[in-house]
T-cell receptor
Framework: DAKTTQPNSMESNEEEPVHLPCNHS???????IHWYRQLPSQGPEYVIH???SNVNNRMASLAIAEDRKSSTLILHRATLRDAAVYYC??????????FGTGTRLKVLA | DTGVSQNPRHKITKRGQNVTFRCDPI?????LYWYRQTLGQGPEFLTY????????KSRLLSDRFSAERPKGSFSTLEIQRTEQGDSAMYLC???????????FGQGTRLTVV
């Protein structure tokens, strides 16, 4: 499975947008980009996934670069409940997610 | 549907004892996964079932670890002769086949003393 690179930590003010970057320069044509987040003392929670086109759902948006070598998870209005570790994962439809250390998002009131 | 359920939530055991954890996946999900997570790290893949068949085991899973999924429903993860290095959060997840999202349980935190 291809590897992803994310910043260790980021901060955001409450009610402001947050852009969480992820680099995946070795992505293959069949790799999907998945994002999960993990709140303290919880299991990971699915956020969004995409292949080539930008995606929106009720939680977030996923912007995928044209060359697919990077992507950005966008939280449109951060709340204190969005403070979590965010993981960017590549998967080609197999069952095995390779989690890195993710980005720890801190939301400031 | 109450999501993926894991029991117990916490387990403290003495070194050398055997422990067993249970995972109840979302009922229609045919894929079930086990992961292990230590402090400050992301979850690490341990093993995967498609229905009742165990299709892959990570090299992280030593001979002391065994997982089963009888009848393709709930799954158990057993650790024999526990060691202090086994202390971790053990996470179970389930999904449908294909490129869909996985749903994780809240995990079982194991402490070996």
């Amino acid at each position: 499975d291809a590897k992803t690179t994310q910043p260790n930590s980021m901060e955001s003010n409450e009610e402001e947008p947050v852009h969480l970057p992820c680099n995946h320069s070795t992505i293959s044509g069949t790799d999907y980009i998945h994002w999960y987040r993990q709140l303290p003392s919880q299991g990971p929670e699915y956020v969004i996934h995409g292949l080539t086109s930008n995606v929106n759902n009720r939680m977030a948006s996923l912007a995928i670069a044209e060359d697919r070598k990077s992507s950005t998870l966008i939280l449109h209005r951060a709340t204190l409940r969005d403070a979590a570790v965010y993981y960017c994962i590549l998967t080609s439809g197999t069952y095995k997610y390779i989690f890195g250390t993710g980005t720890r998002l801190k939301v400031l009131a | 549907d109450t999501g993926v359920s894991q029991n117990p939530r916490h387990k403290i055991t003495k070194r050398g004892q055997n422990v067993t954890f249970r995972c109840d996946p979302i009922s229609e999900h045919n894929r079930l996964y086990w992961y292990r997570q230590t402090l400050g790290q992301g979850p690490e893949f341990l093993t995967y079932f498609q229905n009742e068949a165990q299709l892959e085991k990570s090299r992280l899973l030593s001979d002391r670890f065994s997982a089963e999924r009888p009848k393709g429903s709930f799954s158990t993860l057993e650790i024999q002769r526990t060691e202090q290095g086994d202390s971790a959060m053990y996470l179970c997840a389930s999904s449908l086949a294909g490129n869909t999202e996985a749903f994780f349980g809240q995990g079982t935190r194991l402490t070996v003393v």
